[in-house]
């Protein structure tokens, strides 16, 4: 799952008749942070729990003992110039400032025993996730520079128009980086979660659980109440 956020902000200049003849166009100002935010961890969900909000129906004798991975998230604040003579203004794009964003989470069931066998082999499982989640993060984020770049030098300058179209011709542009930025997140999250489901093989599945012995008397939900 991906979140998108654009914000905007619009910077008036005034200038003299004779400082401006015609709307220049201005190079675009692009940066980009990349951000790994700290693992979050929830263990008050138990596994029955987990399985009815996570489990495959299809699949319905398999228990969700744990959830690893999270979300990706772009933030991008743009700054615009407005700049008028005569009653007439020209609308530029300054600069665009993003953040991409990895929020890691590991669900382990309640069921487990913080430190037990169980637990641990969860967790390693789930940790697997993990490092697939920031790795990558580290692969996308130069491409997500790369993109905005790209778009950057595709955005002119607008212009001449009247001051009552500036607000519009500014939503406009917002929109235009919006959707670019959604469309640059709808298309690797795909290959983040192809990259998740490949750690979740049967082998994969047969490792963890054999590891401890004790899985029955823990999902065992007559104990747990």
Not at 81 to 103: D, H, M, N, P, W
Not at 202 to 220: A, G, I, P
Request: hydrophobic share 35%.
């Amino acid at each position: 799952m991906s979140l998108v956020r654009v914000v905007v902000f619009l910077l008036a200049l005034f200038v003299s008749d004779a400082a401006m003849a015609a709307c220049q166009s201005e190079a675009t100002s692009v940066s980009v942070r990349s951000v790994i935010e700290p693992v979050k961890y929830v263990r008050n969900v138990s596994s029955k729990n987990l399985t009815d909000i996570h489990g495959n129906p299809d699949k319905q004798e398999q228990r969700v003992l744990g959830l690893g991975g999270g979300q990706i998230g772009i933030d991008a604040k743009l700054q615009f110039s407005v700049v008028t003579r005569k009653g007439k203004a020209c609308l530029s794009l300054q600069e665009i400032k993003a953040v991409f964003y990895a929020y890691p989470e590991v669900h382990i069931a309640s069921n487990f025993r913080r430190g037990g066998c169980e637990y641990s082999a969860v967790l390693g499982h789930e940790r697997k996730h993990i490092r697939t989640l920031k790795k990558f993060h580290r692969e996308y984020y130069p491409e997500l520079r790369k993109e905005l770049k790209k778009l950057a030098k595709q955005i002119k300058v607008i212009g001449p128009v009247a001051p009552e179209d500036v607000e519009k011709q500014q939503k406009r542009l917002g929109d235009r980086v919006s959707r670019a930025v959604s469309s640059f997140t709808d298309g690797i999250t795909p290959i983040l979660e192809e990259r998740q489901n490949k750690i979740d093989t049967k082998e994969e599945y047969k490792r963890v659980s054999d590891q401890c012995k004790k899985w029955e008397r823990d999902l065992d939900e007559t104990k747990n109440k």
